[in-house]
């Protein structure tokens, strides 16, 4: 974390600012409290190993994997550790694709996943809404997983093609 922070330093950043404006507009004020919400995306599951960008993941449970916030950086660098299929939370949305691994893109809203259809995979909104209960969402979303895993069905960017791989540019993406 400490040389990490160091290189978002010399890059002229820090994290107490925030680059993104989607952020910024949803109220997310540092890229601190980003990283603490996407931490908690990892549940209660004690954390196993956490690895540096590019280290191949070899432990079974909850890996934390240093990646920048860009979208496509991030879900490169998941590829690249052995991942088989990522979940990418989007509140904002994301055409996010990988050309090895399918990436499920789950909106946080039902308004995101009906302004974005031809993008979005599943719509937990009706958490939210108070239409269904985390446990019932959660079943019809491994549910989805297991059609992808399977070859059943295809995510959206496998759909339309969105074949996107960007190596993690040091010192540059924060």
Not at 79 to 84: F, M, Y
Not at 119 to 141: A, N, T, Y
Not at 145 to 171: C, H, M, Y
């Amino acid at each position: 974390m400490k040389a990490f922070e160091k290189s978002v330093v010399a890059a002229g950043s820090g994290f107490d600012m925030n680059p993104s404006p989607g952020n910024i507009k949803d109220g997310l004020i540092t890229d601190a409290m980003k990283s603490a919400g996407a931490a908690k995306k990892g549940g209660s599951s004690p954390i196993v190993d956490v690895l540096d960008y590019g280290e191949y993941i070899y432990k079974s449970g909850l890996n934390l994997l240093c990646t920048p916030g860009n979208d496509v950086e991030s879900t490169t660098a998941l590829a690249g550790s052995g991942v088989n299929l990522i979940l990418f939370t989007t509140g904002l949305g994301t055409p996010t694709g990988n050309p090895v691994v399918p990436v499920i893109k789950v909106s946080s809203n039902s308004e995101l996943a009906e302004k974005m259809p031809d993008i979005i995979d599943f719509d937990s909104g009706p958490i939210i809404k108070g239409e269904e209960s985390i446990d019932e969402m959660g079943d019809k979303l491994l549910d989805f997983i297991i059609k992808v895993a399977s070859g059943v069905i295809k995510t959206k960017a496998e759909q339309l093609n969105q074949n996107d791989f960007i190596p993690w540019k040091r010192g540059v993406s924060l």
